[in-house]
């Protein structure tokens, strides 16, 4: 037996600030949108990495989470966002780093404080 993902569910008031932290930030498609539900949901995906938004405002009231991404192009990745999104890039993170425990990183904040750290080995 072998675990092959973790998806993260990502919870928001608004999915389009989402959306645009994944999307226009990060690279990732949309693979399914239901909208029209409950609790409207969106899949976004990229290679082998997918999230999942929820539209829940008490839920993401409650917790804004810190995610991480490993690349294996971490300039060219951080080239990207700051061309598209330079506003995505966190205040504490928007360089290119090595950081003391030997990762390079950069980090990507969205309106709602939702934030990806984005590493290379």
């Not at 950081?99 to 969205?110: C, I, V």
Request: hydrophobic share 50%; glycine share 4%.
């Amino acid at each position: 037996m072998a675990l092959l993902k973790l998806i993260p569910n990502v919870f928001y008031a608004d999915l389009a600030i989402g959306k645009h932290l994944f999307m226009q930030g990060l690279g990732f498609e949309l693979r399914y949108e239901d909208l029209a539900s409950a609790q409207p949901l969106c899949i976004l995906a990229k290679d082998a990495v997918q999230v999942h938004l929820l539209q829940n405002a008490a839920l993401a009231a409650l917790d804004r989470p810190e995610l991480r991404l490993e690349t294996d192009d971490i300039h060219g990745l951080f080239a990207q966002v700051k061309q598209r999104t330079p506003e995505l890039l966190h205040p504490n993170g928007n360089q290119v780093v090595r950081k003391p425990w030997g990762l390079w990183e950069f980090a990507l904040l969205d309106a709602s404080t939702v934030c990806v750290v984005v590493q290379q080995p």
